[in-house]
């Protein structure tokens, strides 16, 4: 078998035999997802110097708050330094709703059981945990990759007084937010949208972040838009979004002095950040028809290959196209193991793995990444309860498998793109 460092994955190894000599490596190294930076950035981010509003308030906050607002299609937003922060806030704003006010500074989750995405990036159901909440892991579908509804009426039954449900669009395809929507409704709990990856993307004509009672967004520098950092809190709620904002800019009361009836954060977005983001999102939907041609041109390249990529429900939604990520057929793996931090596989004729595929990659300096590591599967989570509909084989463990994401970065070329697809082909032979 050859093993392979987790350092390896990402560059840094030595090249391995079963990548072919004749493959030049990318002189531009093929990133997953960069910020791409337009230009007018500096505009925005030089008023802010220029007026002396370099701090948590200005008329770059405004503007993108309005902004975002508008173009989501929800009533406020609230601009925080993360997106991570911004799920604190929509965390404690849904324990308020569900539970009442808590005790100042006590965990307002403690005792209590949150059902939340399992196979996503560790900051959607984090901030419930900072809040003592016990999460319970819903396993994904794979029409989606995102949470199973059934699952999640199976974990209703299981766990009836559960009152908040946390759903993440992994990679910018949005979940069956309806039927999800529905299951939460029907058992009086409130849903937390994580749209940190999908900003941009719809189901049955809406955009992700508007089915939530409360959604989060992110504009760290790997997303679609980025600020550098940023985030933000979306609601048609305006009473709880004035409650967010209060939050994250330490509770102050309306009083000369500092006057606290709460305990407080300092979660604000800087006007310098949001000047990043507002000149940022008129290049949105250009972003997303980049990142679409960049997942078309893999399907295409790709498409002899015993594999699939991350698929979506092409009747009702279109993802922002944010990663694209494939899936190699069952009897076109190659033996392969995963420890805590380690891998190791034994190459094969006509057979694969993701992390070979990675080390050819990384090879021709082209950078992938696994699939994200369901938090089931967590070390951090290992008490946690776990809810399927198919016990014998979760699908999320089974994607994580099989899958990687590829190189998806909106300013790859063609080229490019088809040097990584032939890397990719090989890998088969
Ligand atoms: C990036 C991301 C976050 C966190 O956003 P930050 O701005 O990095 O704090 C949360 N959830 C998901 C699914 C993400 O991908």
Request: one cysteine or more.
């Given at each position: 078998?050859n093993?392979?460092?987790?350092?390896?994955?990402?560059g840094?190894?030595?090249?391995?035999?079963?990548v072919?000599k004749?493959?030049?490596?990318?002189?531009?190294r093929?990133?997953?997802a960069?910020a791409?930076v337009h230009?007018?950035?500096?505009?925005y981010?030089?008023?802010?110097?220029?007026?002396n509003?370099?701090?948590t308030?200005?008329s770059?906050?405004?503007?993108?708050?309005?902004?975002?607002?508008?173009?989501v299609?929800?009533r406020?937003?609230?601009?925080?330094?993360t997106?991570?922060?911004?799920?604190?806030?929509?965390?404690k704003l849904?324990a308020e709703?569900?539970y009442g006010?808590g005790l100042?500074?006590?965990?307002?989750?403690a005792?209590k059981r949150v059902?939340?995405t399992d196979?996503?990036f560790a900051?959607t159901?984090n901030?419930?945990v900072y809040?003592?909440?016990?999460?319970v892991?819903?396993?994904?579908?794979r029409d989606?990759?995102?949470m199973?509804?059934?699952?999640?009426?199976?974990?209703f039954a299981?766990?009836?007084d559960t009152r908040?449900?946390?759903v993440?669009?992994?990679y910018?395809?949005p979940a069956?937010l309806?039927?999800?929507?529905e299951v939460?409704?029907?058992h009086d709990?409130?849903l937390i949208?994580?749209?940190?990856?999908s900003?941009?993307?719809?189901?049955?004509g809406?955009?992700?972040?508007t089915f939530g009672?409360?959604?989060?967004i992110s504009f760290?520098g790997?997303?679609i838009?980025?600020?550098?950092c940023g985030?933000m809190l979306?609601?048609?709620?305006?009473?709880a979004?004035?409650?967010?904002?209060?939050?994250?800019?330490q509770?102050?009361?309306?009083a000369?002095?500092y006057?606290?009836?709460e305990?407080g954060?300092?979660?604000?977005?800087?006007?310098i950040t949001?000047?990043?983001?507002?000149a940022?999102?008129?290049?949105l939907s250009?972003?997303i028809?980049?990142?679409?041609?960049?997942y078309?041109?893999y399907?295409?390249g790709?498409?002899?290959?015993?594999v699939?990529?991350n698929p979506y429900l092409?009747?009702c939604?279109?993802?922002?196209f944010w990663l694209?990520c494939?899936?190699?057929?069952e009897?076109?793996?190659?033996e392969?193991?995963?420890t805590?931090?380690?891998?190791?596989?034994?190459?094969?004729?006509?057979?694969?793995?993701?992390?070979?595929?990675?080390?050819?990659?990384a090879?021709i300096n082209a950078?992938?990444?696994p699939?994200?590591?369901?938090?089931?599967?967590q070390?951090v989570?290992?008490?946690?309860?776990?809810?399927t509909?198919?016990?014998d084989?979760?699908?999320d463990a089974d994607i994580?498998r099989r899958?990687?994401?590829?190189p998806s970065?909106?300013?790859l070329?063609?080229?490019a793109q088809m040097?990584i697809?032939e890397t990719?082909?090989?890998?088969?032979?």
């Amino acid at each position: 078998m050859n093993v392979i460092h987790p350092t390896y994955l990402i560059g840094r190894g030595k090249k391995r035999m079963y990548v072919r000599k004749d493959t030049e490596p990318l002189a531009d190294r093929a990133h997953l997802a960069i910020a791409t930076v337009h230009g007018d950035e500096m505009t925005y981010i030089q008023e802010a110097l220029d007026t002396n509003w370099v701090t948590t308030a200005g008329s770059n906050i405004t503007a993108l708050e309005e902004l975002a607002a508008r173009t989501v299609g929800v009533r406020s937003a609230v601009g925080l330094g993360t997106g991570t922060s911004a799920l604190h806030m929509c965390v404690k704003l849904a324990a308020e709703k569900a539970y009442g006010p808590g005790l100042p500074g006590q965990p307002c989750l403690a005792g209590k059981r949150v059902f939340a995405t399992d196979m996503t990036f560790a900051a959607t159901v984090n901030p419930a945990v900072y809040e003592g909440a016990e999460l319970v892991f819903i396993d994904s579908e794979r029409d989606t990759w995102n949470m199973d509804p059934d699952a999640l009426t199976k974990a209703f039954a299981l766990y009836p007084d559960t009152r908040i449900v946390i759903v993440a669009n992994l990679y910018g395809t949005p979940a069956r937010l309806d039927r999800i929507r529905e299951v939460c409704t029907a058992h009086d709990a409130i849903l937390i949208e994580d749209a940190a990856e999908s900003l941009g993307a719809t189901y049955l004509g809406r955009q992700t972040g508007t089915f939530g009672d409360l959604s989060a967004i992110s504009f760290n520098g790997n997303k679609i838009i980025t600020g550098s950092c940023g985030g933000m809190l979306l609601t048609d709620d305006t009473e709880a979004a004035a409650h967010a904002r209060k939050w994250s800019t330490q509770s102050r009361e309306p009083a000369a002095w500092y006057q606290h009836e709460e305990i407080g954060y300092n979660y604000r977005m800087s006007n310098i950040t949001a000047g990043i983001v507002r000149a940022q999102f008129p290049h949105l939907s250009e972003h997303i028809a980049q990142k679409k041609a960049v997942y078309m041109r893999y399907k295409e390249g790709l498409a002899g290959l015993p594999v699939t990529m991350n698929p979506y429900l092409a009747d009702c939604s279109e993802p922002n196209f944010w990663l694209s990520c494939l899936l190699i057929d069952e009897d076109a793996m190659c033996e392969c193991t995963r420890t805590a931090t380690t891998s190791s596989f034994t190459p094969t004729h006509g057979k694969t793995c993701p992390d070979e595929i990675l080390a050819a990659l990384a090879s021709i300096n082209a950078e992938g990444r696994p699939i994200w590591k369901p938090m089931s599967m967590q070390p951090v989570f290992a008490g946690n309860a776990f809810v399927t509909t198919s016990p014998d084989s979760p699908v999320d463990a089974d994607i994580f498998r099989r899958g990687l994401c590829l190189p998806s970065d909106n300013k790859l070329t063609q080229e490019a793109q088809m040097t990584i697809i032939e890397t990719i082909k090989r890998c088969f032979e």
